[in-house]
């Protein structure tokens, strides 16, 4: 179809062209599925949570708007306020860890080794076995009765009376970090060892020629390089952490004395156990206006990069 | 360019179905199918679906379903039972009340009639006329069951819990009976653990075992969550003090920090493992027994709760079948309710469960299961002590919200783990007052 040149064309009607020609017809039927699916499973429950958010709505009735009170309620609540800390605690101590372990995992990957490839595939276990199943088993390993770990520890002597894992506060955060780590830390070193294989190897061959080896080498080419993936993973993996559900509902559910309880698992006892779905849908979008400018910087910066 | 039309690599005789033909067989099969629904469900075949628990004790389901064939058999309505995981019921309850679609029957919690009332049709049709013909219904029944004058839920039972102990470890210190009041059992407590064998009551996230066993000492000693009327937190008085200082106690001289991190199957296991030597469960364990280690069966036995300075008192969890608004056969779920409650059928489903589940009619209190071992005896005692959480007040939604937020549980958790007794409190009538200021 020729462009519009004749009287009364203008750039307006040009773009309103552009969008009615066949072919961006075709497009918009082809992508109108997922942008359905999006609408259906995505933006409407969200829109409908926001929604419920501001309302007193309980189980069965409709409730009535009260705008911020649910959240600005849950700000004096003291459980909630714990519960904020031990979100934020377990949140940056496991990407801490995740991104260290990562990296080191990822640089061993690098080298090369016997069945380089199955001990690259093996390392995905952790993230592929479905996360109630493998909880499950831990479960069983920080049991205090049974648990094998602690066999373990006190045969070979590095501890002299048993660990409480699930029932001390402390060390029930420190059970549902390490759970975490072991199996968030496959994503990490994988999209590390991408960024690691796409460095080119005569930065590495110039850096030795100047006589710069080991940790100047990683301080100068390699950590500079894999800044955008780092970056990127963090992002990812701090989200998907700050929702984390089932691996403290499985370990601990919270416990012991609400020590581990997090974002997900105290607006699952609110909204659904007790009823109170508008306070719950609170618990679960608090962190959403700082999530979202956490996402939207970091997204700036790796356009800059 | 277009391009001649290939000969098909089907001989013409090979071809049997055309797309038309296709498309005409197709439709007509599924308007048929259709038809055939539609006709079926003309004739009133009415279909009922329950949704409940799945037991521990399985032989109790297989029970269930013996019963509804049998109904369905019998009054020409179709009956279907769902057995879940019992931590999965209130979720999938609240996504029945919210959607508006689901079971017809739905097996209530505790206070479930109080928490979902607005999405339950008045069975008192049923549970009025049941009471009248069985002798009555105790008070815990019209107290979970009946919000303000309207019956919401039948009660289906309760599963008692007691005081499990190992005989043969308490006549060993002395005790050739469980001791009667708290104090008592302190002293027994500390014997037993010299000798290496602890008690445990749950101190972790156990919404059955852990609630079950530390709402009967708070009341025992004379505390209360909130006053009579429900209205007002009441938490911190000399009661709760006494009581949070005896569990201290407790737990110093007589049990394992294991006890923090137990859910409601950890307390079976410590037991059947002989790790534990008393504590709270249903009769639960006592059957396990009997398939896994009979040897313990013979020193195993029950007791009531303790007296304290303020009574005896216990909390079972009790079970309601409620029915939903939504359903369309509201008529015909009643009806198989009323059916399931009477004697021939009520009783052989408790007859199979040895203990584990009691009635909430007085007319069971003779049944013949109680007299079928001993040791069950004074299991069906236990309803008559049981309160819910909340009392002396009713049982709100706040008391419930309180209970599934642990706060009694981890009152006593943080006392034992030494945080003082005002300070354990004060923290517990924080949580309280957050959720009592609630509409």
């Known amino acids: 179809m020729p462009p519009s040149t004749g009287p009364g064309a203008s750039g307006g009607s040009s773009y309103a062209h552009r969008l009615v020609r066949p072919e961006a017809l075709t497009g918009y039927f082809l992508i109108s599925p997922a942008v359905f699916l999006m609408t259906v499973l995505l933006a409407y429950p969200f829109v409908l949570a926001v929604w419920i958010s501001l309302t007193n709505r309980v189980l069965g009735e409709p409730g009535r708007f009260v705008g911020l009170e649910n959240f600005l309620k849950l700000l004096q609540d003291p459980l909630f306020r714990q519960t904020v800390w031990n979100s934020f605690v377990y949140t940056i101590s496991t990407v801490f860890l995740k991104m260290l372990l990562g990296i080191i995992l990822a640089l061993l990957l690098n080298q090369e080794m016997p069945c380089r490839n199955l001990v690259r595939g093996a390392l995905l276990l952790p993230w592929i076995v479905p996360t109630s199943l493998s909880v499950l088993t831990w479960l069983w390993m920080f049991d205090s009765l049974f648990s094998v770990v602690n066999y373990l520890l006190l045969g070979v002597g590095i501890i002299s009376r048993k660990i409480p894992w699930l029932g001390d506060p402390f060390w029930a955060m420190v059970s549902v970090v390490i759970v975490n780590t072991w199996r968030g830390l496959p994503f990490f070193a994988i999209s590390f060892l991408a960024g690691l294989m796409t460095i080119p190897k005569e930065l590495y061959e110039a850096a030795e020629t100047d006589g710069a080896r080991g940790m100047r080498q990683f301080w100068s080419i390699t950590l500079p390089l894999l800044q955008p993936v780092i970056a990127v993973v963090v992002l990812f993996s701090t989200i998907w952490t700050f929702a984390d559900f089932q691996i403290v509902y499985i370990l601990t559910h919270g416990g012991p004395i609400n020590a581990t309880q997090i974002f997900a698992t105290m607006a699952y006892d609110v909204a659904l156990v007790a009823g109170r779905i508008g306070e719950g849908s609170a618990i679960s979008l608090f962190l959403f206006p700082a999530l979202l400018v956490v996402i939207v910087l970091m997204l700036r910066y790796l356009r800059r990069e | 360019m277009r391009h001649p039309k290939q000969p098909s690599a089907v001989p013409a005789m090979g071809r049997t179905l055309s797309r038309r033909s296709f498309l005409g067989v197709t439709a ?153 009041t708290y104090d ?70 007589g049990e394992s920090d294991d006890v923090f991190s137990w859910d409601d199957s950890s307390n079976n296991r410590a037991f059947l493992a002989e790790a534990i030597s008393v504590t709270g469960n249903a009769a639960s364990i006592y059957w396990a027994e009997k398939k896994n280690a009979p040897q313990l069966r013979e020193v195993t036995d029950h007791a009531l709760w303790p007296k304290g300075p303020a009574g005896r008192f216990g909390y079972s969890t009790a079970m309601s079948l409620g029915v939903f608004k939504f359903s369309k056969v509201q008529k015909e779920s009643k009806a198989f309710i009323r059916w399931l409650m009477e004697p021939k059928q009520y009783s052989a489903w408790i007859g199979r469960g040895e203990g584990q589940i009691a009635g909430l009619l007085n007319y069971y209190e003779d049944d013949p299961v109680w007299k079928t071992d001993p040791k069950l005896e004074i299991i069906r005692e236990i309803p008559k002590y049981v309160r819910m959480p909340g009392y002396p007040g009713p049982p709100t939604r706040h008391a419930a919200e309180a209970m599934v937020k642990y706060v009694i549980v981890n009152m006593f958790a943080r006392g034992c783990k030494g945080t003082s007794t005002p300070e354990t409190i004060k923290a517990a009538e924080g949580e309280l007052q957050e959720i009592y200021s609630k509409a």
């Open chain 2, 28 to 180: 007509s099969a599924t308007a048929a199918l259709s038809f055939g629904t539609f006709i079926r469900s003309g004739l009133g075949a009415a279909k009922v679906n329950v949704l409940t628990w799945s037991n521990t004790l399985n032989a109790m389901d297989d029970v269930l379903r013996e019963q509804a064939a049998q109904y369905s058999k019998e009054k020409g309505v179709e009956v279907s039972f769902e057995f879940i995981n019992q931590t999965d019921l209130p979720t999938k309850t609240a996504a029945a009340v919210e959607s508006g679609a689901g079971p017809d029957i739905i097996t209530l919690w505790s206070d479930g009639p109080h928490l979902h009332d607005k999405a339950l049709v008045d069975v008192g049709d049923v549970a009025e006329p049941l009471g009248r013909e069985l002798k009555g219904w105790t008070n815990i029944a019209k107290d979970i069951a009946v919000v303000g004058k309207t019956w919401k839920g039948v009660p289906w039972g309760i599963i008692p819990i007691a005081i499990t102990y190992r005989s043969d470890w308490c006549k060993e210190v002395g005790y050739s009976k469980f001791p009667d």
């Open chain 2, 184 to 253: 008592e059992m302190l002293v027994l407590s500390k014997k037993l653990n010299d000798k290496g064998h602890p008690v445990g009551f749950a101190l972790g996230r156990a919404i059955g075992d852990g609630n079950q066993s530390h709402y009967p000492m708070l009341w025992a000693f004379g505390g209360a969550e909130c006053t009579k009327d429900g209205k007002k937190v009441a938490i911190n008085s000399p009661g709760t003090a006494k009581a949070v200082d005896y569990r201290r106690e407790l737990h110093k001289v």
